[in-house]
């Protein structure tokens, strides 16, 4: 479980440009859940990862990973993190030695290491005979997944992944989730997911914290999040599409899935 | 479909464009008075693009024989999944890029004569995915001047198209900001800013709102709408389709060729070859083809969620 308490942050505290980045958050993460955090540019989402990973030091409240507080050097392979536009940090000739890179660093047997990097590729849907390419002559939506099975490959038990599918196209974006979730679900793993897309987080997370001026704005189901349309537009996001078809309609009701709005209008509405 | 094939007066045109290849086509034709001026402005054109990568591991084809014509003051939208040749195509309207076979005219000026690259650049303006490559300067405004100081315009000129510019994208309070500590949607607005400012007549959007948040892609949505309300032609790339459903025209693009040109209402409202595609399409375009099979009787090619509300009462 990951326990947020109390965390606040300013940047540059005592200069003329500090600023709050975050103001008295607390949450928790279950295990095996996704937590989808949303909120517009500047509300505080990468700050607060960063924390919850360990990458910007505490310096008040407390973050806790199963138990351990978070400045402890173990949670570093608890806790894997796909940055946005990922592809940017391949660097490797290969796309094995690119995925192998941090299972190498955490001194894992050679076997280790190869099962780990075939595991991972699968994870996320690369061929195996891309083994062997430059991942630099692979198209956008390949890199982005050989990125992020350079994560996985480290088997973490919570993996954050910040955008991850920022400026993919529709379908390459649709696979990449399907896959992801549904390999990372396998292994039970917990994912935080930071995202504006409200279709995706519809879709894909349990819970959603809302933040705004780095202040949670509100937590609890996706369904709860887009029946309040005042949180929505205070946090600078838009209900899903079928959410807005619906109130349009007149509809009252929450749907989520192109399904479920189908009954709801074939209950409401006589065939012509 | 050609603008061509109407018969009449614009076959003649066509044939006589075909003749007329030089960089004075359109005074030309203009001086000549065939037709009239609207007519003329096929502000780009495009014939039998190709262009092909050249690679160690073997050539790529990124556009496989490209044919189209735009007209001045239109807003075409480009669509397509990665790697259909959408960027490769948005680099041949500035000779950022130049055809390995065919040609393109802006504004009559073909790209891949040496001579033509002053006037092309000047007539298309470009503006990026990623604000933060596109910002060179420390400040608002002098990141704003940079193009018009490049091209040598006197001082004060500059500092009156400066001026305007970001008072057209409501920038204005923000001149001499840090671009650092803007947000990514005030940042693409500085970027449109500083095409605003060189005064182009076309201006070349490449997916500028994938990296924003809502609130970012609503203002340069926004902002593209005025641009093209005062009269300059826009080409707009984006993975978004309730965005490019907001164009006049949009181009699908598959394996480096278009595949369909038409109106954002027939390409859409076809959900079925939309999804067989690979691509989604508007809710209210999706839940009225449900219901279509569930014997409701809904009109063809409802595309909002205003015009399925209507159909349903």
Redesign the interface.
């Known amino acids: 479980m990951i326990s947020v308490k109390n965390v606040s942050y300013t940047y540059m505290t005592g200069t003329p440009f500090e600023k709050t980045a975050l103001k008295n958050i607390s949450f928790d993460v279950a295990e095996g859940e996704v937590l989808a955090v949303a909120g517009h540019t500047g509300s505080g989402k990468s700050t607060l990862i960063q924390i919850v990973a360990g990458l910007i030091d505490l310096t008040q409240g407390s973050v806790t990973i199963d138990n351990l507080p978070v400045a402890d050097k173990k949670i570093r392979r608890l806790v894997g993190i796909v940055f946005q536009y990922p592809e940017h940090q391949l660097f490797e000739e290969t796309v094995e030695s690119d995925i192998a890179f941090a299972p190498k660093n955490f001194g894992l047997s050679d076997a280790e290491i190869s099962a780990q990097v075939e595991e991972a590729m699968r994870q996320v849907g690369l061929p195996a005979e891309l083994k062997s390419v430059s991942p630099f002559e692979l198209s956008g939506g390949q890199k982005r997944r050989v990125a992020i099975a350079g994560i996985l490959a480290l088997k973490p038990k919570y993996l954050i992944l910040d955008e991850p599918t920022a400026g993919l196209d529709p379908l390459a974006k649709e696979n990449l989730l399907k896959e992801i979730f549904g390999a990372v679900k396998k292994s039970g793993a917990t994912i935080i997911l930071v995202s504006h897309n409200m279709e995706d987080i519809a879709r894909f997370a349990n819970r959603v914290v809302v933040l705004a001026q780095g202040q949670i704005l509100f937590v609890g189901t996706p369904r709860e999040l887009f029946s309040r349309e005042e949180i929505l537009s205070r946090a600078g996001l838009e209900p899903p599409p079928i959410t807005q078809l619906l109130s349009k309609l007149n509809l009252n009701q929450n749907a989520l899935t192109l399904d479920e709005a189908e009954k709801i209008i074939l209950k409401n509405f006589p065939r012509k | 479909m050609s603008r061509f094939e109407s018969g009449g007066t614009a076959d003649a045109i066509y044939r006589f464009d075909v003749l007329i290849l030089s960089p004075r086509r359109n005074e030309m034709l203009r001086i000549f008075s065939f037709v009239s001026e609207e007519k003329i402005l096929d502000i780009i054109r495009v014939e039998n693009l190709r262009h092909v990568y050249k ?1 160690s ?1 073997g050539d790529k084809v990124a556009l496989d024989g490209i044919n189209f014509s735009i007209a001045e003051g239109e807003f075409v939208a480009i669509i ?4 259909s040749g959408k960027s490769t195509l948005a680099k041949h309207f500035n000779a950022l890029l130049l055809p390995t076979s065919g040609k393109i005219f802006i504004d009559g000026f073909d790209t891949s004569d040496e001579k033509n690259l002053w006037h092309v650049r000047e007539n298309v303006g470009m503006v990026f ?1 990623n604000p933060d490559s596109e910002i060179v300067a420390a400040i608002v405004e002098d990141d704003v001047a940079f193009g018009l100081e490049n091209l040598g315009i006197a001082p004060e000129k500059i500092r009156e198209r400066v001026d305007l510019a970001l008072d057209a994208v409501n920038m204005s309070d923000y001149k001499n900001f840090s671009p650092s500590k803007l ?3 005030q940042k693409q607005r500085i970027a449109i800013a500083g095409v605003i400012a060189m005064q182009t007549k076309i201006i070349v959007f490449d ?1 500028p709102t ?7 892609r609503r203002e340069v949505l926004s902002m593209v709408k005025k641009l093209h309300a005062q009269g300059k032609t826009i080409i707009y790339i984006t ?1 978004f ?2 965005e490019a459903a907001q164009a006049q025209r949009v181009f699908l693009m598959e394996g480096g060729k278009i595949i369909k040109n038409d109106t954002p209402r027939e390409i859409f409202s076809n959900v079925r070859e939309m999804k067989r595609l ?3 399409v ?3 375009a ?2 009225a083809e ?2 279509r099979k ?4 809904l009109p063809p090619k409802i595309l909002t ?2 015009e ?2 209507e159909a ?1 009462k």
């Open positions: 690679s591991s397509g999944n990665n790697g995915q947000s990514g949607g997916e994938a990296m924003l948040d809502p609130q970012g993975h389709m309730e690979g691509f989604s508007p809710v209210a999706e839940l449900r219901l569930k014997n409701f009787k969620a205003d399925l509300a349903l």
